[in-house]
């Protein structure tokens, strides 16, 4: 599937089929984000795939949303930012949410292409969910992404980013790409002077 055709398809879904999605596909969809971009090549995600339904029923109790019960798969991206801080020291915690967004962001479109949805959760009680599936402390909990089919479309939305307003050209503030100079008129041969 197209890049751009992935990215305007992909939205959140909060909503799902029974059918239960084959593992191997969200797994290939994980596979999909070892090509993103992580700094220095190092890769600083594990992943949790969920699909008991009692485990799921505990998520949704512990994320405030009652929806992500119906989801037939959860997972969970995982940070392991020693492995950056190690190199980048202090610079290295904020290289591994970075790239957590990146890759979250790249698992996301790869689901869009298999014909599955999802919904990127970040409110949640991390401690609860570390205790509950023994996730060691020195992780973090990234976000939690609801996977499966969509069982009703979305509303339409609003994109609410101008752009005009968010992109600036050779410094802050300015919102020109070229400064416009002033135009001269173009008169073809022989009108130089004619009035027009
Ligand atoms: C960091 C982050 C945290 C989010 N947390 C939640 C959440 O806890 N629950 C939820 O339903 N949606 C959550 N969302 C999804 C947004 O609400 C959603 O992306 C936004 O409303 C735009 O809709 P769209 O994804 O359909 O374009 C989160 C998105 C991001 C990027």
Not at 62 to 82: H, M, R
Not at 150 to 169: F, G, S
Request: one cysteine or more; hydrophobic letters at 35%; charged letters at 30%.
């Amino acid at each position: 599937m197209d890049v751009t055709k992935a990215i305007h398809k992909r939205r959140s879904t909060r909503s799902f089929k029974d059918k239960k999605p084959d593992w191997r596909d969200i797994l290939d969809c994980l596979d999909t984000t070892r090509y993103s971009p992580m700094a220095g090549g190092y890769f600083t995600l594990n992943f949790l795939i969920i699909d008991e339904k009692e485990k799921i029923k505990e998520i949704a109790k512990w994320s405030e949303q009652d929806w992500i019960k119906e989801a037939p798969y959860v997972v969970l991206f995982i940070t392991d930012a020693g492995i950056a801080t190690n190199v980048y020291k202090e610079r290295g915690e904020l290289y591994s949410h970075q790239q957590a967004g990146g890759a979250i962001q790249t698992f996301m479109l790869s689901l869009i292409e298999k014909g599955l949805s999802s919904c990127w959760v970040g409110h949640f009680n991390e401690d609860k969910i570390k205790f509950l599936f023994k996730i060691p402390n020195s992780r973090k909990i990234e976000a939690i992404i609801p996977v499966g089919y969509e069982k009703e479309k979305p509303k339409t939305r609003k994109i609410q980013a101008e752009l005009y307003n968010r992109v600036n050209y050779h410094e802050w503030g300015n919102k020109r790409m070229h400064r416009i100079e002033k135009v001269e008129h173009y008169y073809p041969e022989g009108y130089k002077n004619s009035k027009i």
